[in-house]
């Protein structure tokens, strides 16, 4: 079957082409290009489905099926970026950890080929990562943890109601019994624990519980206007 032509939009400096790499790149001339960037599919377990279902809806990829990731190999393009490109220019691509080693190993066999040839190109090629993380919405939430993914006053918090509470079972516990010693070292400890956690709209419990006393009994209170009459 014949294959349909690329949709292409020109403007004299500058030419946009949307159509198959592995098609298009045939076109093209040797050592023309100066950057590629890319994004290749990956290769998803899944292949786009989840359940039997697509995960996404709509456009050509998705049909019959699903991704169907598994059938682009990276030999089969890595080459044509060489060779399109030219000497000394970038090539850069974006990849998650399945496919990290694989394609950075292709690529340098194929530098490896271009050097043992003699054709001298010699690409500047960097290969990222792309990692998903999450952003807060607030901002204001985003704490600087010290160690063990607690924050310097979680750990100040925690470390002082063991400093307060084991001290307490230990020297208790013979005459009071274990039973009863735990529980008030549990009690004496939680002060310590709500410190720690407790935080509302940006603000520390003690912060919160001082705003609350000076609003009730250190400042005087607002008198509503009323007319003598």
Known sequence: MEKEAAAAYGTGKVELVHDDFLHFADSMEDNSIDLVFTDP?????????????????????????????????????????????????????????????????????????????????????????????????????????VALNLTKRQLICFGSAGAVGIPFYIFTKDFLGTQASSLMMVALMLPFFFLAMYEKHGFPAEKILYLMVRQKFLVPGIRPYRSEK
């Open 41 to 145: 599919p990956y290769e998803l377990v899944s292949g786009g489905m989840n359940r039997g279902r697509l995960l996404y809806r709509g456009g050509e990829i998705f049909k019959n099926g699903g991704f169907q990731t598994k059938q682009i190999e990276f030999a089969a393009w890595i080459p044509e970026i060489y060779r399109i490109l030219r000497e000394e220019r970038y090539f850069y691509v974006m990849s998650n950890d399945r496919n990290l080693f694989r394609i950075n190993e292709c690529r340098q066999k194929q530098q490896n080929i271009q050097k043992g040839g003699g054709a001298g190109a010699d690409v500047l090629a960097q290969i990222y990562m792309a990692i998903s993380v999450p952003v807060p919405k607030d901002l204001s939430r985003i704490k600087t943890k």
